[in-house]
């Protein structure tokens, strides 16, 4: 057995066990052999080996998302899909034997879309051309812009800087992804609208870096809020086509003209929450969950059905295993995730004001998670090892399981509203070919793009970690305060994305 330098109650439990496996819960636990002696909790193994055949046998992640994408189509929040997507996930929990299930209210400004045209004409000239388009999220109820297209590239802060004045008043080119600007980091493209209106653009025209005229949506605002100023996303094809057609024109002589209609009210959207109490340590839960909802254009198979459709048979596989670890686990569906984290905002925010965001001891989020291969421990280096062991026990059990740990925290997605109040946070290693990728937010996100056993793979290694965290005697880290939380995000590099974003509280 190889001995490393480990927090004291690892030593303890390796040298019992005579592996890096986890015996029973993490810490202080006595040896494996006298465990069933003197008490009834079973080894985290024999519970893994429980999970891993259960989902391999009963699993239905894949059956229940091709089912609602069949049945309900795309899962907008605010639209009657939307509703129905909430409803079909309470049901089925409530299916699976949960007594506990809630829907969690909030009050969301809907925006969806309706008309929009882009057309091209060089300046004092009416030979125009459209171009296929789609409105991104939160952009204006009513735009009519005509305007200089100024090319900003990849619209990172360098390049506006760059540009400075000249930007003002005109209509900005900028692509979503990255091209040719190696190892830079890239910026969400409610970021870049941000940046855009900062420097006075009156209009976006964001080109979509995915060749094939693959057209995406998302939203392009940073707070949720509509944005003062129309921006649209064209395909890759028109992108190229239209920068020749600049390097042709005079230069500053090419305008567009942007002409959309939109509608934006207010409106409920519902969280739907199962509770599995928990049986030593209730008070203090682990939320483990995942964005419903999605965009419009297709059914969001791969963001985020995989995801949270995995979170609910993780929550079959509990209820159907009778699985009672020492903590409440949350399994939580979260609603308008696409349109600004609104329904983790939500959640976040009524936990902090009634003080309970201490119980809160982990929160793990699954969004576009596929087939993990390892754990992410989100910059809390106090818990690498306590994953790392998880994972030598996930592997006792599944030997494919590949165990690359990671230590990243991110930006984004439903684990940031608790992120940023030092909520510790855990995700799970997977992986997407391009081919699905590039249909993130795409007109293609359909179910032929999901993997049955990828989902399954899914499921069951989320659900053991969840099981080790749910069931570990006591766990090595906490939630931060505010000052170390603003340390940790300064260490993981999220201060500028989140100032940008108007979401970083502290003055420097
Ligand atoms: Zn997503």
């Keep these: 057995m190889h001995?490393?330098?480990?927090?004291?109650?690892?030593?303890?439990?390796?040298?019992?066990?005579?592996?890096?496996?986890?015996?029973?819960?993490?810490?202080?636990?006595?040896?494996?052999?006298?465990?069933s002696a003197v008490s009834s909790r079973p080894s985290v193994e024999k519970v893994f080996n429980r999970i891993n055949a259960d989902v391999?046998?009963?699993?239905?992640?894949?059956?229940?998302?091709?089912?609602?994408?069949q049945r309900i189509g795309h899962r907008l929040t605010g639209s009657p899909n939307g509703a129905k997507a909430e409803q079909y996930a309470y049901d089925l929990l409530k299916s699976y034997g949960f007594k506990d299930v809630r829907y969690q209210n909030f009050e969301v400004e809907s925006w969806m879309r309706d008309t929009v045209t882009l057309s091209i004409v060089p300046n004092k000239s009416d030979n125009y051309r459209d171009l296929k388009v789609v409105s991104l999220a939160h952009s204006p109820v009513d735009a009519h812009v005509r305007g200089e297209i100024i090319d900003v590239g990849n619209g990172?802060?360098?390049?506006?800087?760059?540009?400075?004045p000249k930007i003002k008043g005109k209509i900005t080119l900028i692509n979503i992804g990255l091209s040719a600007a190696k190892g830079a980091r890239n910026l969400h493209r409610s970021e870049k609208t941000a940046l855009a209106i900062q420097y006075g653009a009156i209009g976006v025209i964001m080109v979509n870096l995915v060749p094939g005229n693959v057209l995406l949506t998302g939203t392009a605002s940073v707070t949720g809020k509509l944005i003062p100023v129309p921006a649209v996303c064209i395909a890759y094809e028109s992108g190229v086509g239209l920068r020749q057609w600049l390097a042709e024109e005079k230069k500053d002589n090419l305008h567009a003209v942007i002409d959309m209609t939109n509608t934006s009210r207010k409106i409920r959207a519902r969280n739907v929450i199962a509770t599995l109490p928990g049986s030593d340590l209730p008070n203090e839960k682990i939320v483990i969950g995942g964005h419903l909802d999605s965009w419009d254009l297709a059914t969001g198979a791969i963001d985020n059905g995989i995801g949270s459709f995995s979170v609910m048979d993780i929550a079959r596989t509990f209820r159907k295993l009778k699985l009672k670890p020492k903590r409440t686990i949350e399994f939580v569906l979260f609603m308008g995730e696409e349109q600004g984290l609104l329904g983790s905002r939500a959640m976040a925010d009524d936990l902090k004001k009634r003080g309970q965001l201490d119980n809160v001891r982990y929160v793990m989020n699954l969004d576009m998670t596929n087939d993990p291969n390892g754990i992410n421990a989100f910059g809390r280096d106090d818990m690498v090892q306590f994953f790392k062991s998880v994972g030598e026990t996930i592997q006792q059990v599944e030997p494919t399981f590949g165990n690359q740990m990671t230590n990243q925290a991110g930006l984004h997605s439903d684990h940031q509203p608790f992120m940023i109040e030092g909520v510790p946070i855990v995700g799970m290693n997977?992986?997407?070919?391009?081919?699905?990728?590039?249909?993130?937010?795409?007109?293609?996100?359909?179910?032929?793009?999901?993997n049955r056993d990828h989902m399954q793979?899914?499921?069951?290694?989320?659900?053991?970690?969840?099981?080790?965290?749910?069931?570990?005697?006591?766990?090595?880290?906490?939630?931060?305060?505010?000052?170390?939380?603003?340390?940790?995000?300064?260490?993981?590099?999220?201060?500028t994305p989140l100032q940008i974003a108007n979401e970083w509280r502290w003055k420097e």
């Design 3 to 35: 001995r490393k330098i480990y927090p004291r109650p690892f030593v303890f439990l390796l040298a019992l066990a005579g592996s890096t496996t986890l015996a029973t819960s993490v810490c202080a636990a006595p040896p494996i052999t006298n465990r």
């Design 457 to 495: 793979n899914t499921v069951r290694y989320s659900a053991m970690v969840l099981y080790a965290l749910a069931d570990a005697d006591a766990i090595p880290t906490r939630r931060l305060d505010d000052a170390k939380t603003r340390d940790y995000l300064v260490a993981q590099g999220l201060r």
């Design 430 to 450: 997977g992986h997407l070919t391009r081919e699905v990728l590039d249909c993130y937010h795409a007109n293609c996100d359909r179910i032929n793009l999901a």
């Design 156 to 164: 990172l802060e360098g390049d506006f800087k760059a540009l400075g």
């Design 56 to 69: 391999q046998k009963n699993g239905r992640a894949y059956e229940t998302l091709a089912d609602a994408s």
